[in-house]
């Protein structure tokens, strides 16, 4: 996927990516630099962190029937090393305390 895709999704964001980037924007995560629709391979991740080879996808309902693309897609990422965390909309929006601890437990087991 291009840059200008990627650039084209920062700037339509769900509601449930938008309050994830506002905590791991700058760094907020224990130090941690993370980056928001970061083209890997094919595909363009919701966030990555990239010096700890750790991709977070916010997945909406449409997801629930994307099972296997879904399943291609995290498997591709692995290949290039990464580990793909995924969370649902609702989770990011209703529980979003816990989200950020599952994100900082898997930062600190890469």
């Known amino acids: 996927m291009s840059l200008d895709q990627a650039r084209s999704l920062r700037q339509r964001q769900t509601d449930a990516e938008s309050r994830l980037w506002s905590r791991l924007r700058r760094n907020q995560l224990d130090g ?27 997945d909406g309902g449409q997801h629930a ?18 580990r793909v965390i995924r969370f649902w909309n609702n989770d990011v929006l209703k529980n979003t305390e816990a989200v950020l601890e599952t994100i900082r437990v898997a930062l600190r087991e890469t």
């Open 65 to 82: 029937n994307q099972a296997d693309a879904d399943a291609r897609r995290t498997a591709l990422l692995e290949k290039f090393q990464y």
């Open 32 to 58: 941690h630099h993370f980056r928001r629709q970061v083209p890997i391979g094919p595909y363009v991740a919701d966030f990555a962190c990239i010096a700890k080879k750790l991709v977070v996808e916010v």
